[in-house]
Nanobody
Framework: QVQLVESGGGWVQPGGSLRLSCAAS????????IGWIRQAPGKEREGVSC????????YHTDSVKGRFSISRDNAKNTIYLQMNSLGPDDSGVYYC????????????WGQGTQDTVSS
């Protein structure tokens, strides 16, 4: 069974950090670009960060540049999203997605993990 499972979400105060993980089962991640998409209440889904299948290219939306970093450990079949200097606008459900290219269609979705940034 093909699955993407996110973990690491939770509550954090403004200025804090979280690290999300995305683990794959049923397939190997190294054939896919992995992107993180978030959805905040009342807002449209937003692509946050993406890493190419080889890990040599990363992309971040402007609002998270300099604060978020994405990495992959293909040996562990896991992707990481390090989020620093978090603010309330970073709150939402974060989904891990697998696709052929960072700007390509999504092949697989994770179930999502909730991040809440508040004081």
């Amino acid at each position: 069974q093909v699955q993407l499972v996110e973990s690491g979400g939770g509550w954090v105060q403004p200025g804090g950090s979280l690290r999300l993980s995305c683990a794959a089962s049923g397939f190997t991640l190294d054939a896919y670009a992995i992107g993180w998409i978030r959805q905040a209440p009342g807002k449209e889904r937003e692509g946050v960060s993406c890493i190419s299948s080889t890990g040599d290219k990363t992309y971040h939306t402007d609002s998270v540049k300099g604060r978020f970093s994405i990495s992959r450990d293909n040996a562990k079949n896991t992707i990481y999203l390090q989020m620093n200097s978090l603010g309330p606008d970073d709150s939402g459900v974060y989904y891990c997605t697998a696709r052929e290219y960072c700007n390509g269609d999504v092949h697989y979705w994770g179930q999502g993990t909730q991040d809440t940034v508040s004081s």
